[in-house]
C-alpha cells in the first residue's frame, strides 16, 4: 500500500469512526487539490510523474485510483503550462476528454488552466 493509499484509509476510516459514534450521518467533506507534471531526467529519456501534495503517479491509471478515494464535489485544478517535451500524460486530446469524463462521472470537479 502506498503511503497515499494509507492515507486516504486513515481519512476513510476517521470518517466512519465520526459517522458511527453519532447519530446522523455525515458526508465526508470534499477536497481541494492541485495536480502537477514533474519532470524526470535522471535516465536519459525524460519520466513524467502526476502528483498531488506529497503524492505521486507514474500513470494516469494510478492517479486515478486515488481519485476514486476523493469524495464527491471535491476539485482538482491543474495549469500545466503551454511548453511541452512531447508523451506527456493527458496531452492528446482523446486522453484529456476520457480523463474528464471520469472526474465527471466521480462528481469531482476540474478546473483546467491550459497556459498554466
Known amino acids: 500500500m502506498t503511503p497515499c493509499q494509507k492515507f486516504s484509509a486513515l ?6 469512526v465520526a459517522t458511527s459514534s453519532s447519530p446522523q450521518t455525515s458526508i465526508p467533506e470534499p477536497v481541494r487539490r492541485e495536480l502537477q507534471l514533474v519532470y524526470v531526467f ?18 494516469v491509471e494510478t492517479l486515478k485510483e486515488h481519485l476514486k ?3 464527491p464535489g ?3 485544478k491543474w495549469a500545466p503550462g503551454c511548453e511541452r517535451l512531447g508523451g506527456e500524460p493527458l496531452s492528446s486530446d482523446e486522453d484529456m476528454t476520457a480523463f474528464k ?4 462521472e466521480r462528481q469531482i470537479k476540474f478546473v483546467f488552466i491550459p497556459s498554466g
Open 11 to 16: 481519512v476513510l476510516s476517521l470518517t466512519l
Open 42 to 59: 535522471d535516465a536519459g529519456k525524460p519520466e513524467f510523474i502526476l502528483v498531488i501534495g506529497q503524492c505521486g503517479f507514474r500513470s
Open 69 to 71: 478515494t476523493w469524495p
Open 74 to 76: 471535491s476539485e482538482l
Open 101 to 104: 469524463a471520469f472526474l465527471e
